[in-house]
């Protein structure tokens, strides 16, 4: 009893192999076949690429920071700085002359072709601002100078703190402390670099 029961069971549609619908099937077939092997293909090619993208620009590819130089790239023994070069298309030539006068000078585009577009000449340029640099010894030295103000300005503002005009408490005075009110938080913060 190995037999279908009629009428179940969808019929075979009889295709006759002499006709034009039957050669469209069969070229329908190949063509679905190509389209699957183009779209292994191509999802094999998208792959590859987002691994390279991946492994230039880190995991957080949408997150990168466009200004970001990898540290790797930077000759030993220099730094490197985006310093202004215009501001809404207007260049600042003064300013330019001040860098210039304390040591910065702009990183060629030919050291990092990778970084500006084919055939480019010149500074490496993004935005308004031009990629430049200077010895590390310098930039060390200016960050000590920094936080060497930095840490003065802190100190004389928490002296100002404790002192008290005459006939007044003090500012550590137990009382103002139980309300919350002589509470100081001390943080240090990188510096914003000021025009030179």
């Known amino acids: 009893m190995n037999q279908p029961i009629e009428g179940l069971r969808p019929e075979e549609p009889k295709i006759d192999k002499r006709t034009k ?14 389209r699957a092997d183009d779209a292994r293909d191509s999802i094999r090619e998208a792959e590859l690429r987002a691994q390279e993208i991946i492994d230039s620009l880190g995991d957080s590819v949408y997150q990168t920071d466009e200004f970001y130089i990898d540290p790797n790239i930077i000759p030993a023994g220099w730094s490197y ?14 300013y330019m002359v001040s860098l210039k006068r304390s040591g910065w000078r ?18 490496i340029e993004k935005k308004g601002l031009v990629l430049m640099e200077l010895p ?22 928490e002296a100002m703190l404790r002192e ?13 402390a139980k309300a919350g009110l ?11 670099p000021q025009s030179e």
Do not use: C
């Open 136 to 157: 590390k010894i310098l930039v060390d030295r200016k960050n000590a100078d920094d936080k060497r103000e930095a840490i003065d300005q802190l100190r004389n503002s």
């Open 164 to 176: 008290a005009p005459p006939n007044t408490a003090t500012r550590d005075d137990p009382g103002l």
């Open 182 to 192: 002589n509470v100081a938080k001390r943080t240090f913060e990188r510096p914003i």
């Open 106 to 123: 702009e990183v060629p585009a030919s050291r990092h072709p990778e970084m500006m577009p084919i055939g480019w000449e010149g500074a």
């Open 81 to 94: 700085q985006w310093r202004r070069q215009s501001v809404a298309g207007k260049e600042d030539p003064h």
């Open 21 to 34: 619908e039957y050669r469209d099937s069969l070229r329908a077939d190949v063509r679905a076949d190509v």
